[in-house]
């Protein structure tokens, strides 16, 4: 079992930065690709940046040159460093390990970038 626990969420002002982490319990960290999605009101969850157990990443376009992930295998700990916020932001923000057979998601944590 997996379980994911997301930090570091909170009210910021454009332009800003934060820092997400997500901690992993468990033995599938270390050979999994994470990733963060976010989700804001109305609108379908989408991912936002991920990084495989090798350490290859990937951004949305809406975010590249402004987040970084990483990743701390001997944490169990994936970030998200944020910034350059702006106000469409803010979100729901979601830790995800995929060990291909099943998907496994944090709690969350909310993001409100302000104008």
């Known amino acids: 079992q997996v379980q994911l626990v997301e930090s570091g969420g909170g009210l910021v002002q454009a332009g800003g930065s934060l820092r997400l982490s997500c901690a992993a319990s468990?033995?599938?960290?270390?050979?999994?690709?994470m990733g963060w999605y976010r989700q804001a009101p109305g609108k379908q969850r989408e991912l936002v940046a991920s990084?495989?157990?090798?350490?290859?990443?990937n951004y949305a376009d809406s975010v590249k040159g402004r987040f970084t992930i990483s990743r701390d295998n001997a944490k169990n700990t994936v970030y998200l460093q944020m910034n350059s916020l702006k106000p469409e932001d803010t979100a729901v923000y979601y830790c995800?390990?995929?060990?291909?057979?099943?998907?496994?998601w944090g709690k969350g944590t909310l993001v409100t970038v302000s104008s």
């Open positions: 995800n390990l995929d060990n291909n057979y099943r998907n496994y």
């Open positions: 468990g033995s599938l960290f270390s050979i999994s690709t």
């Open positions: 990084i495989t157990s090798g350490g290859s990443t």
